[in-house]
């Protein structure tokens, strides 16, 4: 079983800091590093290579080729799917995305 690279898009980095950053401020330290550790943990396991996800629903999405898939059905991680990489674009809130 082999894993292709990650790569991860700025805004879609800056999207898990701003969520971590509201956590923090409402005084929820722990629960902010560990939904950050989460995040990234799960976007690792996206470099599966034996593993293959469908596109966005999304029509203006899945015209650019970009897959989708939901992360704790509060959010969906928006990335390009390649043999060898998976470049993450976006991490939103699920209802920012036509399902």
Known sequence: MGYRKI????????????????????????TAERFTDEAYDFIAKLGNKTKGYRDCRDPERSSLGYKCIPYKKKYTVVFIELDDEIIVCEFILSKFIYW
């Open 7 to 30: 790569s991860i898009r700025e805004s879609a980095a800056t999207s898990i800091a701003e969520i971590s950053w509201y956590l923090e401020s409402e005084g929820l330290l722990a």
